[in-house]
């Protein structure tokens, strides 16, 4: 398969690669894969790499004096680099109170979308989807797999403050907010589990692009009672 793509030097240390194929598991896959190959080879130069649908970010930890040998070189892995699926298998269950106390627009949708609000819930619960990217906030997933009956546009005046937790959709999106924000989604629950931690040694954010994720329906006492335990924020 080939892979059309666009090289550019955003500044100094940094390079952007944009591919023109349409954003699936396909793509993402080859990706995470790319990604994985240039840390690899490059470890030493290399700050970090961000990926997004349909991208990778290069940020490198020198100042790119000769763009044309660095693009060079990111053109022979994107020739080279194994195109196989790298998706977890595992499938990682996400608590979810959609109580209209933390589903603040779920009667909106229900009233806009012609569904109940057993059916919005029913439709968003029982889909598996896969984590794209990490973006917007620490921890956000941007997460593709939304059923189209679900898709609505964001709010034109967003919210001075969404609580960490909560679970929007915008467009033929759906994610959740790793901290308190303000933000445009609209909100359908609220989970009680920490997505960003910034004193965890090792991962600081509690999903990876590739994760697949479910969200699982609870109580409003489930969730409580998840959010009172002193560990349910460790993973």
């Known amino acids: 398969m080939t892979h059309k793509s666009r090289i550019f030097q955003i500044n100094e240390t940094s390079i952007l690669v944009e591919f023109?194929?349409?954003?699936d598991q396909n793509l993402l896959s080859y990706l995470l894969n790319l990604?994985?190959?240039?840390?690899?080879?490059s470890h030493e130069q290399v700050l970090q790499i961000i990926n997004t649908y349909n991208s990778l970010l290069i940020i490198y930890k020198f100042t790119i004096n000769n763009f044309y040998d660095v693009k060079k070189?990111?053109?022979?892995?994107?020739?080279?680099?194994?195109?196989?699926n790298n998706l977890k298998l595992q499938i990682k269950k996400i608590p979810v109170c959609y109580d209209l106390d933390y589903g603040w627009d779920l009667e909106l949708l229900s009233e806009n979308l012609d569904l109940s609000i057993d059916q919005i819930i029913k439709k968003h619960s029982e889909v598996i989807y896969t984590v794209f990217f990490i973006g917007f906030l620490p921890g956000f997933p941007y997460l593709g797999g939304l059923d189209s009956l679900l898709f609505y546009r964001r709010k034109s005046k967003p919210r001075r403050q969404i609580l960490a937790g909560s679970v929007g959709i915008a467009d033929k999106q759906t994610g959740i907010y790793p901290i308190d924000s303000p933000g445009g989604w609209q909100i359908i629950g609220?989970?009680?589990i920490q997505l960003f931690n910034k004193n965890h040694s090792e991962q600081l954010c509690f999903l990876q692009a590739g994760d697949r994720i479910q969200f699982e329906r609870i109580s409003?006492?489930?969730?409580?009672?998840?959010q009172s335990q002193t560990n349910y924020n460790k993973w």
Do not use: A, H, M, Q
């Open 190 to 192: 609220r989970s009680p």
């Open 20 to 23: 023109d194929e349409k954003n």
């Open 73 to 84: 070189r990111i053109l022979e892995k994107i020739s080279d680099v194994n195109i196989g």
């Open 220 to 226: 409003k006492d489930e969730f409580e009672y998840i």
């Open 35 to 41: 990604k994985k190959e240039l840390s690899t080879d």
